[in-house]
C-alpha cells in the first residue's frame, strides 16, 4: 500500500485497488453501501420528512421544493468482504486541523462538490432552465386519453406540467448535470429498456416523488446517460 501512496493514489483508491488486488470485487461492496443507504432513506422517509417540516414549519409560501443534507456514513468491512453500517452523523465535523494535509484536500474537494450540485456557485439551476429542457416525449401524451391530464402518466407532458413539477423537474436536471464525481443514489441504476429494482419505492412513494422517478426513466430511455 505504501507504493500506491508514493506513487501518488489517494486513499479510496489505495484500498480500492488492494482490496481488486486480493480477488475482491470493489463494485460490489459499493453496490452494499448504496443499498445500505437507500434502505435506511426508504424505511425512515416519514421521520425525515416529518423533521424537515418541524424545521420549516411556517415559511410562507410553504417551502415544496427539494432540501438539502450534509451526513456522513461509516461502515466497516467484514474479513468476508461483507459491508456493516456503523451509524449516520447527522452533523458530520468538516474541521481538518491536526488530521493531516490530506484531509484537507479531500474536505475542500467535498465542499466543491456539495456547493456544486446544488447550483450555489454558479448561480442556480432554476434561473438557467426552461421547461424546454425538462420535457420528455410520451406517445401517449398526444392521445385522447391524456387531454384531461387526469391520469398520473400523463403528467410529465407537456401541456399538463405544473409550475410545482417543473420547478422540482429542473431540480432533478441541475443536480444531474453538475454531480461531477458524486452518484445518484435514488433512482437505482437502470438500464435503457427502463428501471431496475425500483418498483418497491414506485408502489409506496408519493406522486411527486413518483413523477420524479417516471421522469429518470424516460430520460433513460432517451439518452444513456440518465440511467445512473
Known amino acids: 500500500m ?3 501512496v ?3 493514489y489517494n486513499k479510496g483508491q489505495v484500498i480500492a485497488s488492494y482490496i481488486t488486488d486480493a480477488g475482491y470485487n ?3 461492496i459499493h453496490a452494499q453501501i448504496y443499498d445500505a443507504i437507500r434502505s435506511v432513506l426508504y424505511n425512515g422517509r416519514d421521520a425525515i420528512l416529518q423533521e424537515y417540516r418541524k424545521m420549516y414549519h411556517g415559511f410562507k409560501p410553504p417551502v415544496r421544493c427539494n432540501f438539502f443534507e450534509l451526513t456522513r456514513w461509516d461502515f466497516i468491512l467484514g474479513s468476508n468482504m461483507q459491508v456493516y453500517l456503523l451509524e449516520v452523523n447527522a452533523s458530520p465535523d468538516m474541521t481538518s486541523q491536526g488530521v493531516g494535509h490530506w484531509r484537507t484536500i479531500r474536505y475542500e474537494l467535498a465542499l466543491f462538490s456539495y456547493l456544486h450540485i446544488l447550483g450555489s456557485d454558479i ?3 432554476r434561473n438557467r432552465l426552461r421547461n424546454s429542457n425538462v420535457l420528455v416525449s410520451k406517445a401517449m401524451c398526444y392521445e385522447p386519453i391524456c387531454e384531461s391530464c387526469s391520469l398520473e402518466e400523463c403528467l410529465l407532458c407537456g401541456h399538463c406540467l405544473t409550475t410545482d413539477h417543473a420547478t422540482m423537474l429542473k431540480d432533478s436536471f441541475g443536480e444531474h448535470l453538475n454531480r461531477l464525481d458524486l452518484r445518484r443514489l ?3 441504476p437502470m438500464t435503457h429498456a427502463g428501471v ?5 419505492w414506485r408502489e409506496y412513494a408519493p406522486k411527486r ?3 420524479n422517478q417516471a421522469w429518470f426513466e424516460e430520460k433513460c430511455k432517451q439518452d444513456t446517460y440518465w440511467c445512473t
Open 209 to 211: 416523488e413518483r413523477l
Open 186 to 188: 435514488h433512482p437505482k
Open 123 to 125: 448561480g442556480g439551476h
Open 26 to 28: 470493489v463494485s460490489k
Open 6 to 8: 508514493e506513487a501518488g
Open 196 to 200: 431496475t429494482g425500483t418498483y418497491y
Open 2 to 4: 505504501k507504493r500506491r
